[in-house]
Nanobody
């Protein structure tokens, strides 16, 4: 088991920046994938950015060039640097971790942090 705790959300004007952090209660080096998802009111949760165990990253088209995900195994933390924020980035952002074993896929979620971008 692991607890994931997000922080760094808040209210920011369009064009501004925020950095989200996801701190894990244990080592994250064993997670095959970690990522950030978001869910806006009335919409489905969607993948924003992901980082693999090897360090490769992937991004939603809507955030490419503006958001950067990084993973610090020593600090047991995953970050999401968000620049040039837009009102449509407003959502609750969730940290996610996935670990594969021989016969299972364990998925963990944080409690979420609200990001609000004003126009």
């Amino acid at each position: 088991q692991v607890q994931l705790a997000e922080s760094g959300g808040g209210l920011v004007q369009a064009g501004g920046s925020l950095q989200l952090s996801c701190a894990a209660s244990r080592t994250i080096s064993t997670f095959n994938k970690m990522g950030w998802y978001r869910q806006a009111p009335g919409k489905q949760r969607e993948l924003v950015a992901g980082v693999s165990r090897s360090g490769s990253t992937n991004y939603a088209d809507s955030v490419k060039g503006r958001f950067t995900i990084s993973r610090d195994n020593a600090k047991r933390t995953v970050y999401l640097q968000m620049n040039s924020l837009k009102p449509e980035d407003t959502a609750v952002y969730y940290c996610n971790a996935v670990q594969y074993s021989v016969d299972a896929e364990d998925t963990y979620w944080g409690q979420g942090t609200q990001v609000t971008v004003s126009s």
